[in-house]
């Protein structure tokens, strides 16, 4: 299957930007749903923002307004770009794949839809 290559993670105070990339390896996004994860050591898995086949997106209630999912045209990438960081953001952020079925609906950020995911990649905001 579709390999998922996470990058852009780092350190960054609070208020800036963050630009996270999840690189397709051995094949395209096309089919899939894809989701960004994000978990803090001793914490549940929180799904917060996701893209269907089709473009449709959803987000929770947390990133809302801050943050934005996207792929791009050659649906080798989906990207979140992340503005106006808070502490409460510092977490491993991680991507996924899964099936299109739950686009566009909350059920599409729970982390059993997607059986594809990549290694994670850090982000830190500092107060």
């Given at each position: 299957q579709v390999q998922l290559v996470e990058s852009?993670?780092?350190?960054?105070?609070?208020?800036?930007s963050l630009r996270l990339s999840c690189e397709a390896s051995g094949?395209?996004?096309?089919?899939y749903?894809?989701?960004?994860?994000?978990?803090?050591?001793?914490?549940?898995?929180?799904?917060?923002?996701?893209i269907g086949t089709e473009g449709r997106r959803y987000y929770s209630?947390?990133?809302?307004?801050r943050f934005t999912i996207s792929?791009?045209?050659a649906k080798t990438a989906v990207y979140l770009q992340m503005?106006?960081?808070?502490?409460?953001?510092?977490?491993?952020?991680?991507c996924a794949a899964g099936l299109a079925r739950l686009a566009g609906s909350r059920w599409s950020l729970s982390s059993s839809e997607y059986n594809n995911?990549?290694?994670?990649?850090?982000?830190?905001?500092?107060s």
């Amino acid at each position: 299957q579709v390999q998922l290559v996470e990058s852009g993670g780092g350190s960054v105070q609070a208020g800036g930007s963050l630009r996270l990339s999840c690189e397709a390896s051995g094949g395209t996004f096309s089919r899939y749903l894809l989701g960004w994860f994000r978990q803090v050591p001793g914490q549940e898995r929180e799904g917060i923002a996701s893209i269907g086949t089709e473009g449709r997106r959803y987000y929770s209630d947390s990133v809302l307004g801050r943050f934005t999912i996207s792929r791009d045209s050659a649906k080798t990438a989906v990207y979140l770009q992340m503005s106006d960081l808070k502490p409460e953001d510092t977490a491993m952020y991680y991507c996924a794949a899964g099936l299109a079925r739950l686009a566009g609906s909350r059920w599409s950020l729970s982390s059993s839809e997607y059986n594809n995911w990549g290694q994670g990649t850090q982000v830190t905001v500092s107060s």
